[in-house]
């Protein structure tokens, strides 16, 4: 497992989008290396012959039936907008560069 | 428009496509999927992102997936899983789209496509696709940039998208040229309609293409570096956009420079792609199993249930009209292309009375004069007015002599455009064919005198003279002379009786 430095925390701050005061980013780092290094024991047990397990619950897919119910109402559904037109939430502007 | 293959450099192409699947309801939410209604009037807490909700997989969709990967002959997996794809977008409130990664729905099919020929020079050939995979994930919601619409530093957001399910169906690079793109997606797109798993409309967002391109040397067999085009909003855009990348890259590579990985789009009025984006290092999701839902679990009964219920798919219809009707591979594949052509031609089939003869007439009908008017209009069968009993009335007509099949065939547009009865249309027009004998002897006898040359031939025994002589009756009666009748008139007065 690669181990977290200094680099990698502000790697992932950006991924995340989030601002880092270079204290910070140097303060966890040395706490995100702490947690992983404690999990990192579980590196010790020999899982060869172990079938990797998705989930602690011993479920079947839970599925539901393809039933439309009435939407919220869209003043509900705008409560919260921080700004809105219409019926459309309003944002800053974005470059349309990523869709999928 | 197809180009020919470049001198230097062989394309290879590999296509994204994502569809909505015909649910009623959205993905993880049950929402309705509803298409033009105003912004955020179809949206579901799940949809909105908000805190405290929990997804709960729509068992249509997982159904719409299965009937999709078994009709591209794909290995659907027993085990699947959903992930959290994690990038941040004002029209994707979670913060991540729930999709498959590691753990497909399915992997490992194929397609076979007709590619039309590229030119008169050239022909048509038919060629097998690989399919890398297909996966089900949510659609995001919709951002509206028109400044127009949202002020100039302002964009909107429409969440009725937000959750929609969608089928991502990756092919192999195995594209060799952007008119092979276009009869991939020509035929991915019938035979999702035909499977009843998307309406595929493009307009409506239904159906969306990415594409990746990159060229080699010929001979080559390690691939060049790729870039890929996004959004491409119809069949025509696929090509033309795949088309002026390929002059793009081939330009830097002849300058001896290398391609850059990035992401363009393509501008439909300059013919060019444009870089949006240099992709600096692989776009890093971070995706991880989404600890709100259980790995997808599909036994063997259940796909052999959806196998079942699957319609009868156009490689099944070709091959039963082969046999049953000994119809050509050709009439075969264009007739089965579309559910609506391969329903309508069946239809005029069984208003015919059945069989091969009956078969062969409706497919001649359709291949040579339907097809042809549905073309210039840029239409599909089903949206016009031509009602398969119409067809095969007048096809009737033309077979029981009552009018001539150079007479019929304009109607047939006109049926297309406007509908109505073909025997009340031949007799408005009067179109009906001579037969008379009296009528036919002065047309004979008006082309034996105008042309006394000719009928010197046909008497000296040279028989494409009569073929001459037919054609001017024909032309002498306005097309309308019932050929048998006007042949046997023409001989007898050919012989002086």
């Known amino acids: ?100 | 428009m197809t180009a020919a293959p470049h001198p230097t450099y062989e394309v290879v192409i590999g296509l994204e496509v994502h569809v909505h699947l015909r649910t009623e309801s959205k993905l993880f939410s049950p929402a309705p999927v509803r298409y033009g209604e105003p912004p955020n009037h179809a949206v579901h807490p799940i949809d909105l992102g908000l805190p405290g909700v929990l997804p709960v997989l729509n068992r249509k969709a997982v159904e719409l997936g299965i009937r999709a990967a078994l009709a591209t002959h794909c290995e659907v997996h027993a085990r699947s899983v959903f992930a959290r794809k994690n990038y941040f977008y004002p029209d994707l409130p979670k913060g991540y789209q729930i999709s498959q990664y590691e753990d497909p729905l399915a992997t490992g099919g194929w397609l076979e496509i007709d590619v039309p020929a590229a030119s008169a020079a050239d022909d048509a050939y038919v060629t097998r696709i690989g399919l890398t995979r297909i996966h089900i994930e949510e659609d995001a919601g919709k951002s509206i940039h028109d400044a127009a619409v949202a002020g100039a530093d302002r964009s909107h957001v429409d969440l009725n998208r937000a959750g929609v399910p969608l089928l991502e169906i990756v092919s192999e690079p195995d594209l060799r040229s952007p008119a092979e793109a276009g009869a991939y997606l020509r035929t991915l797109q019938h035979l999702l309609r035909y499977a009843g798993v998307s309406d595929a409309d493009m307009e409506r967002g239904q159906f969306r293409c990415d594409a990746n391109l990159s060229l080699r040397r010929h001979g080559a067999t390690e691939l060049g570096t790729r870039t890929e085009l996004k959004n491409l909003n119809s069949f025509r855009f696929v090509e033309e956009a795949l088309a002026a990348e390929t002059v793009r890259q081939a330009g830097l590579l002849d300058a001896g420079r290398d391609i850059q990985q990035c992401t363009l789009s393509y501008d439909p009025e300059r013919h060019a792609t444009r870089v949006m984006r240099v992709k600096e290092n692989a776009d890093d999701y971070r995706y991880f199993p989404d600890p709100d839902l259980i790995a997808l679990h599909v036994d063997a009964a259940e796909i052999d249930a959806v196998r079942r219920a699957l319609p009868e798919l156009p490689e099944q219809k070709r091959a039963r009209w082969q046999t049953g009707y000994e119809l050509s591979d050709y009439d075969a594949r264009q007739l089965a292309e579309s559910r609506a052509l391969a329903d309508f031609f069946e239809a005029v089939v069984a208003e015919l009375g059945g069989g091969a003869r009956a078969a062969k007439s409706a497919a001649n009908w359709i291949q040579r004069d339907v097809r042809a008017a549905l073309g210039e209009r840029g239409v599909e069968i089903e949206t016009t007015r031509l009602e398969a009993s119409a067809l095969a009335r007048l096809i009737a007509l033309v077979e029981g002599g009552r009018v001539t099949a150079q007479s019929a065939r304009p109607l047939v547009a006109e049926l297309l455009d406007h509908g109505g009865d073909p025997e009340a249309l031949v007799r408005a027009r009067g179109l009906e064919a001579v037969s008379d004998t009296g009528a036919l002897e002065a047309a004979a006898d008006a082309v034996i005198a105008a042309h006394p040359e000719v009928v010197e031939q046909v008497r000296g025994g040279e028989a494409k003279g009569l073929n001459f002589l037919m054609g001017q009756i024909m032309k002498r009666t306005q097309g309308k002379a019932s050929p048998g009748a006007a042949r046997e008139v023409l001989q007898r007065r050919l012989r002086g009786a």
Request: with cysteine.
């Open chain 1, 1 to 100: 497992m690669g181990r977290i430095d200094r680099a990698e925390v502000e790697r992932i701050a950006e991924l995340a989008c989030l601002e880092l005061a270079p204290d910070e980013a140097e303060r966890m780092a040395a706490e995100l290396a702490a947690i992983l290094g404690y999990v990192e024991q579980l590196a010790a047990l020999d899982t060869d012959d172990i079938e990797p397990t998705d989930h602690a619950l011993p479920l079947a897919t839970p599925f539901r039936d393809d039933r439309a119910e009435p939407p919220l109402a869209p003043e509900r559904a705008l409560a919260n907008a921080p700004e809105r037109d219409g019926f459309a939430f309003v944002v800053p502007r974005v470059l349309d560069e990523d869709e999928s």
